[in-house]
């Protein structure tokens, strides 16, 4: 079963692209993917948040469109969360008429597969794990990501052979701009176009010398590039996911939507410099899906398995790529830690999404060993 990611990203749409990855197993298993609920066909539209969320998981939207999506799905809002796709994939397990699965999940699907592997052991093979997102879950601070972005950027320079010190040159433009949450987004969205960042050192050294014309130029063009229809990603469905799933500085889903935005506020005024640089502070709490949790509607939290349980021992592979921003690999090795004796590849220069996405065929090949050993 090879689970996309997101969370919003349907599978069917997708499944002729990855048979065609996986070709070299696939005389010995048989490939399942399916549209998570609230995915493609039957995707759940929120026109607003869809037009300026696009595919960015980051960008900040009107609060206007965060209430009429809430309004649209309504009480309905609780039944998309992490724990209802888990269930929902041992139904199919069980309409396939199969004791247990090989799970092969990609970003948000790693969550997934880990999840569904803490909830039904007995039902797992093995775990192919790529570009992970921790059994935790992620942090809507993003405080790996932040300081991961100096060592992504530095090797991306270096690869390309560009002479400046791109980390200084975004902690001097995000000191002199305030745009520190604007320019993570674009770079966590561009990942997907260019695994080394190709002309971003030398727009981050212009902006840190006075003329950001160039960087705005930049975001502007990656924000213009992230537009997608509800069928591709559903901002709806990833939005409902993400906000019943989540710990934030106010507490869960359940918390009352009064004196979140004061919460958030004393955390932004707590987080050390060290903690969010080459970014700020004002970065950390001024992301896109943490400010749509901020204003969404008070519900229920879901069950969900203990965290601090071990995955059920089985083979487990984790794959991640160097120059990945969208889960970069320290939250890799944040799950080695959960998982007994992981396989763990890292893809020098690639981004994220290895398996389908990266030109270093490394990533692709471990999996096939792993899955055919």
Known sequence: MFLTGGPGQPGVPLMKRIAGKMAPVLKDYRLVMYDQRGTGERAIRCPGLQEDMGSSDLAVPRKQSIADCAATLGPNARYYSTADTVADIDVLRRDLGDKRLSIDGVSYGTFVAERYALAQPAHVARLVLDSVVPQQGYDPLDLIALPATARVLRSACAATGCTTDPAEDLATTVRTYHNGAQILDALTSYEFADANYGGVPEALHEAANGKPEKLNAF??????????????????????????????????????????????????????????????????TGLGSLLVCQDWPRMAVPPSPPEHRKLPNV?????????????PYEWLYQQAESTHKPEIVIVPGAAHSVQTRAANPLGRQAVYDFLLR
């Open 219 to 284: 975001i502007a063009t990656v924000h213009q590039d992230d537009a997608a229809p509800a069928e591709a990603l559903s901002q709806g469905l990833h939005a409902a996911t993400l906000c019943a799933d989540g710990h934030y500085p106010w507490g869960t889903a359940d918390t009352p939507v009064a004196g979140r935005a004061e919460a958030l506020e004393e955390t932004r005024q707590e987080l050390e410099p060290e903690q969010t640089w080459p970014y700020d502070a004002a970065t950390a």
């Open 315 to 327: 083979p487990v592979l984790l794959l991640g790529g160097s120059h990945d921003l969208s889960t």
